[in-house]
């Protein structure tokens, strides 16, 4: 349970920071609090069972481009990235831990 927890709150922490690299990036144009609103709604969605993960990344797509006024290919490659570099980076931070 603890290492699944420090896993998901770690991704959380990839998810902002990834948002708002693009945002300097300028792929996406939104300030910190819309930020942390979608980073944090899309990870209560995406606890919920066996649908969770692909609601969330729906969920996901769609507030960025509401709360960013981004068109939907722009979302869409933000949260790509931001998911492949939080896994990514999760994998790295596990093998080096075992």
Known sequence: ?????????FDIFMTFICIYIAT??????????SILMIVFIVS???????VGWILGLC????????VTDANLVDSIWVVILSKLTSFFIILLVRSIGS
């Open 24 to 33: 300097k990036f300028a792929f996406v144009q939104a300030e910190l609090k």
């Open 59 to 66: 969920t996901f797509i769609y507030l960025l481009m509401k």
């Open 44 to 50: 209560v969605v995406s606890l919920i069972p066996t």
């Open 1 to 9: 349970m603890g290492e699944s927890s420090l896993i998901f709150i």
